[in-house]
Structure formats: structure tokens, C-alpha cells
């Protein structure tokens, strides 16, 4: 038997998904997330799906692992030292940056300006110039690039991005040649290798960022390559990338900035695989967890990949699932400003250490997952019995906002954090949905994560997004998400052309060679040409525009410019309600490049063979009454049950509310399709 198995490190738990390919059965395991050195987290969960699995660990033949690694080396000022050349007239090109300031006019007041990535002191710029066509102006001086790199002292990491070097990256080369003399042991980020495309300062930036986390990025992977390897697993390592595919554990050493958003698109892929199963090709995903919320649009079974990949304050040029963040999660701490007196749930999170009051780890402030205990929608216990809950002190914590704001009970102030952490979460998914042109109503909303199915059934009434999908294993869905995608490569280039001056035969020309640029890649890793998939998308714009949209070509068949303008006007419109009439351009040009898809077996449950039975019933309180909610033990469910609301069906890594007049039945893939009773 094989076994592939998903590993996704999030704020509060670290989630494990086993996963027997030809069967399709899974073993799953949760455990609390460690955030001074993730693979200990890591390697406890997985020991401990193993045991239960009953299998050795060297029986594993992948593991495929979501991390946050790269994205906290950012959030938490805490990466590298990071040399940087520019050519000579742009060593201020991050001082400069974009003239972008969040807030407005309140910005200009209040906003302290991040610091780049590469002090300015640890920048130096070379005597070298290349023109946009390619064109050698000043050829590069290697006795000044020697002076240069001598100046920089000790760095963890060095970025090289010359101007205009994505025409030719002759001179990037040649640095890194001379870099790899004069400081050796120092890993080198190349702007052409990076992101080969036009814009100096996202090239810049984009490149820095690689350069910055890339150390801690290679020490966390190195290691956990090493324990595993200790603990018996023969298996291969592949990391996954911020657009939903894998990388090998080199190859993401090499690119770490192509894995900033590696854990929320885990959720996404995982939200597909099991949106298909059901039959529902459009969809928006909602996974939250411990400490935010992510949420993201899929088409088609294909989630939107946006260009930009933003972390905190910081924005660089990187292919990622369009995941749009909001700081609202089970540990948003609720709380109430002495000068409004108006309630507000989080960004602040209790996290994983002390976590919510309930969870009796010294936590005392009021939370979300406080909230959701005090109405009654938790269990005694959580992650298969690893936390039990102590209700009294949810209580307690709880009171604390009820007597601020002059409430009669906890349960008042409970429904009150409720409510407000839903609206947050609906402006998370108005962000992709709505002010993207799209009606969420024409959509499925597939909820996970640890706290995601309790507040499902709450945000599809709010969205008219039915049916709410919740998966088998929620809590641990980004891991089944690493463990169901496959190997990707990408390659760029910048053509920067009008159509007028381009033909058909050499825009196929770039697409096919950039093919073979991304192939060659993914064969490097062990994926054979036969195995591959490549498709292909252009960024285009109106001739004389600053800014570009992505568009997908779907076939090389013929002359395929006529279609990308039809579809780049389609586009632009649907996004800003207008045409120009002037000539389209194309700006920059992709091929990805992406392996076979695992194939892992859909689990079919056995028909129900009468009304299921409730385990317990319990009082909840919903819609400012208390009422008798059935409790209902998931793992005894059948294909075709109806389970009508008020309900509550536990699980071991989540649990999911049914609100009155509402029904979930369950899908013969193991998943609850919770609709309004009129449409259940």
C-alpha cells in the first residue's frame, strides 16, 4: 500500500492527514502548533497519525507539507541580513518603493513606512547598463563589482537586480560568479532568475524578499528533512507553493518566495478536491482557523491566481491563489475601547500559547472560541480529546465584555462577538466575490478549518451562498489539500509588444520556449515530460495603461491574439465597467508547468439505512432564545442522512452548527451540504 501524507502548520494547531491512495481511507491528527521550531509540531503529528494508522513511518512514501516559515521570517522582522546590487543611479530603488499609502489622507499622518527588506547601508550599486531591448550601453565593470561586494560586510544573503536585466541576465550571472569568490557560503538571489519581467521595483523587492527569507528557509527544510529521515521516512519532501502546487525540497530552498502563501493555498486546493467530489465546480472557499480567516474564489475548479503576493506590509511579484486575509479566528481576542464603548473582535489573538480562556492554558481574555462555548456550540473537548474545555472560565472571560458594555448575561455578550466576528468574515468574502464582479449567490461556500463549520451556516445566510459545504475532516482540510496536488513550475518572460507589431507564430514561439524552460524544471524534480501539463497566460493591457491584467490562453491553435483581446476586453470590462479603443498590448508572458495529479481514492459511504440517531441533545442558545440542539457523532453518519437544525455534529478536529430551519444532508463523499429547508 501507499501512503502520501499532508502536513499543514497553522497559528494554533498543526494539522496531519494520512491518506492510503488505492483505498482513498484517511487518519488524521491535530496537534498544538510550535512556533519557536515548527518541525517539532510537525514531527508529533506525525508520529501520532501514524500510530493510529498502525503503520510504521517508513511505510510513508511522500510528504507534502504547507508552511508558514517564509511568511513569519516577514511578519516578524526576522529573516535575513541582505546585501543588494543595483546598478549604478538605483541604490534608493526600495527607498523610493511606490508611492502607495494605506488609509488615505490618515495614512500620510499616522503610517509608519515599513523598512525595505535591504537596509540601505547593506546596498551598493555597480558600473553597468543595459537598455530594455537587451542592448549592452555600459558594459559591466568587474574591478568596481569586486570594490562593491567588498563593502557589504557580513550578509546572511545577497540580492543582485541590475535595470533592465530581465532582457539579459548576462551581468547578474557574471555578479553572482564574482559573489560566489568573494563571499562564499552566501546564497545568491539573481532578479533574472526570480522574476525575469519589467518594473524595477517589484523586480527588486520580489528578489530581496527571496533573498531574506531563504536562509531560514533552507535551515527549517534541511532539518526537517533530517528528522524525518531520522524517524524512518523514506519518502520524498515537496514543499507547497503559494499557486497550489508542489515544489521539491531544493527547489523551494532555491525559490522560497514562491511559498509565501504555501499554507492558505493548501486550504484551496483541499476545497476543490472536495467540491468536485460533490459536483459543485464553482465555489468560495472559507477556512478559518485559530487566528484569521482566509477566503478565496474558484471557477471552473480553478482557483483565481492572482500575480501579487502581499504578507503584512509587503507586496512582491509572485504567483499565489487569490486569498484574501482578515484577522478574525476561534482565538480573536473580543474587547471593548474605553472611548467608544463599542464591542470589536480582534485582529489581536490569544494564538496557541495561552490560547482561549476554555482552554486552560492561562488565557483570561475573551475570545471567539469563548463565545461559541458560552452559547453552547462546543463539545467538552477538542482535537480528539488533546484539549478539554473549561467552560466556567469561558464564562468568566466572556462577563468581562458583558459587564463593560452593561449586558445581563455572558450569553448576550457571546451572541454580540458572534455576530461581529461573522460581519468581518462576510467582508473577507465580499473582497472576492463581490467587488470582483462576481454574486456570491452563484456560488457553493465550502467551509474548514478548526472554526470554520461552526460559523458556516451563519455566512451563508449572509451571502445567499448555498449549499455550505463542509468537508469530511475540516479542521485538517489544507492538509488534505498538500496531499491531492501535484508538482508545478513556472516560467516568465517579458515580450512588452503591441499587437499590431506581433504576430500569432511569435507569441507561440515565447509560450512554447518558456514551456521547455518550466519543463525542464519539473524534470529536474523527477517528473517526466510524458507526465506533464503546461498552460499558458499573458498579462495584457490598452496601449499607453500602467497596470495589466492577467490573461489565460487556452489554446497555441492557430492565431490566438484575436481571442486574447476579446477576452482581455471581457475582462477589463467586467472589472471596470469600460473599453478603450486602443490597440491592446502584451506585457509579460508564462508557461506553468504541472505534474500528474495523485490519484487518490474518493471514499464512498454506505447508504443510510434509517434516520440517524442523536448522541445527546443539548441547550444552545441562537437568535436570542434557548433552545434543544441534537448532537450528532459525524463519524456514525450515511450517505443521505438529513440532519435538520438545531444541530450540532462533532467530529475530532471541528465542529459544525446547524441553525434552525436549516438541514444538512450528507453527500455520499462524506461531506455536509447545509441548504435552507425550503431547498435541502
Known amino acids: 500500500m501507499t501512503y502520501r501524507l499532508g502536513v499543514d502548520v497553522g497559528g494554533t494547531f498543526t494539522d496531519v492527514l494520512l491518506v492510503e491512495e488505492a483505498s482513498g481511507a484517511t487518519w488524521r491528527a491535530k496537534t498544538a502548533s510550535t512556533p519557536s521550531d515548527q518541525a517539532v509540531g510537525v514531527l508529533n503529528g506525525i508520529g501520532k497519525v501514524c500510530a493510529e494508522a498502525g503503520i510504521a513511518m517508513s511505510e510513508i512514501a511522500e510528504v507534502l507539507h504547507g508552511t508558514t516559515v517564509a511568511t513569519n521570517a516577514i511578519l516578524e522582522g526576522k529573516g535575513a541580513t541582505v546585501g543588494l546590487v543595483t546598478t549604478k543611479g538605483f541604490r534608493q530603488v526600495l527607498q523610493i518603493a511606490r508611492s502607495y499609502v494605506p488609509g488615505g489622507l490618515a495614512g500620510w499622518i499616522i503610517w509608519p513606512k515599513p ?33 562593491q561586494l567588498a563593502k557589504l560586510g557580513s550578509v546572511d544573503a545577497l540580492a543582485v537586480s541590475l535595470i533592465n536585466s530581465f532582457s539579459d541576465p548576462a551581468h547578474e550571472k557574471r555578479i553572482a560568479e564574482i559573489a560566489a569568490e568573494l563571499l562564499p557560503g552566501v546564497p545568491v538571489s539573481l532578479s533574472s532568475d526570480v522574476l525575469p519581467e519589467l518594473r524595477e521595483y517589484e523586480r527588486t523587492v520580489t528578489t530581496v524578499a527571496n533573498g531574506y527569507v531563504q536562509p531560514q528557509v533552507k535551515r527549517y527544510v534541511e532539518t526537517l528533512r533530517g528528522q524525518l529521515r531520522e524517524g524512518g521516512v523514506q519518502g520524498e519532501l515537496a514543499i507547497l507553493r ?13 525559490s522560497p518566495v514562491t511559498m509565501l ?28 482557523g485559530g487566528t484569521s480567516t482566509d477566503v478565496a474564489l474558484v471557477q471552473g475548479l480553478t482557483p483565481r491566481i492572482g500575480r501579487e503576493t502581499k504578507v503584512g506590509d509587503l507586496t512582491v511579484r509572485a504567483s499565489s491563489v487569490d486569498v484574501r486575509t482578515v484577522g478574525a479566528g476561534g482565538g480573536s481576542i473580543a474587547h471593548v475601547p474605553e472611548l467608544t464603548r463599542a464591542l470589536r473582535v480582534g485582529p489581536q489573538s490569544a494564538g496557541a500559547d495561552p ?13 471567539v472560541t469563548d463565545a461559541n462555548v458560552v452559547l453552547g456550540y462546543l463539545p467538552a473537548s477538542l482535537a480528539g480529546g488533546e484539549i478539554t474545555l473549561d467552560v466556567a472560565a469561558s464564562r468568566d472571560a466572556v ?26 468574515m462576510l467582508g473577507g468574502l465580499r473582497l472576492v466575490s ?11 461556500l465550502v467551509a474548514f478549518g478548526g472554526a470554520g463549520p461552526l460559523h458556516a451556516n451563519a455566512l451563508g445566510k449572509l451571502t445567499g451562498a448555498w449549499p455550505v459545504i463542509v468537508p469530511p475532516s475540516p479542521g485538517v482540510l489544507c492538509a488534505l489539500g498538500d496531499a491531492t496536488t501535484s508538482k508545478r513550475s513556472e516560467a516568465a518572460r517579458t515580450v512588452l509588444q503591441r499587437f499590431a507589431d506581433l504576430t500569432g507564430g511569435e507569441l507561440v514561439t515565447v509560450l512554447t520556449d518558456l514551456a521547455a524552460e518550466a519543463g525542464a524544471r519539473l524534470a529536474d524534480q523527477g517528473v517526466a515530460e510524458a507526465d506533464q501539463t503546461t498552460t499558458y497566460q499573458v498579462d495584457v493591457r ?59 481514492a474518493a471514499v ?50 471541528s465542529t459544525t452548527l446547524v441553525l434552525p430551519d436549516h438541514a444538512a444532508t450528507v453527500h455520499a463523499s462524506g461531506s455536509l451540504l447545509i441548504n435552507p429547508v425550503s431547498e435541502a
Not at 502563501?261 to 486550504?267: C, F, K, R
Not at 477576452?567 to 508572458?589: I, K, P, Q
Open 399 to 424: 462577563d468581562l465584555v458583558a459587564k463593560s458594555m452593561g449586558l445581563d448575561s455572558p450569553e448576550q455578550a457571546a451572541a454580540g462577538i458572534v455576530d461581529i466576528v461573522n460581519e468581518n
Open 355 to 367: 490560547g482561549p480562556a476554555a482552554y486552560g492554558k492561562g488565557g483570561t481574555e475573551p475570545t
Open 115 to 147: 523598512e525595505p527588506l535591504a537596509a540601505l547601508e547593506n546596498t551598493v550599486e555597480v558600473d553597468e547598463r543595459l537598455a530594455s531591448d537587451g542592448t549592452v550601453i555600459r558594459e559591466l565593470d568587474e574591478d568596481d563589482v569586486r570594490a
Open 242 to 254: 503559494s499557486d497550489g502546487g508542489l515544489s521539491s525540497a531544493d527547489a523551494a530552498i532555491a
Open 542 to 600: 490598452y496601449h499607453g495603461q500602467g497596470f495589466e491584467i492577467p490573461i489565460d490562453v487556452p489554446t497555441l491553435d492557430g492565431d490566438p491574439l484575436a481571442a486574447l483581446a476579446a477576452d482581455f476586453d471581457t475582462e477589463h470590462e467586467r472589472l471596470f465597467s469600460f473599453l478603450l479603443g486602443t490597440d491592446h498590448e502584451l506585457v509579460n508572458a508564462r508557461a506553468t508547468v504541472s505534474g500528474p495529479r495523485p490519484s487518490v
Open 604 to 653: 464512498t459511504l454506505p447508504e443510510s439505512e434509517g434516520p440517524p440517531t442523536p448522541i445527546d441533545t443539548h441547550p444552545i442558545h441562537v437568535s436570542g432564545a434557548t433552545v434543544d440542539a441534537h448532537v450528532y457523532d459525524r463519524t456514525t453518519l450515511r450517505a443521505g442522512d438529513v440532519i435538520t437544525g438545531p444541530a450540532i455534529v462533532v467530529e475530532m478536529d
Open 261 to 288: 502563501l504555501s499554507g492558505p493555498a493548501g486550504g484551496v486546493t483541499g476545497a476543490v478536491w472536495v467540491a468536485e467530489q460533490c459536483g459543485y465546480s464553482d465555489l468560495i472557499t472559507f477556512d478559518m
Open 434 to 444: 463581490v467587488q470582483q464582479g462576481f454574486d456570491p449567490r452563484d456560488f457553493a
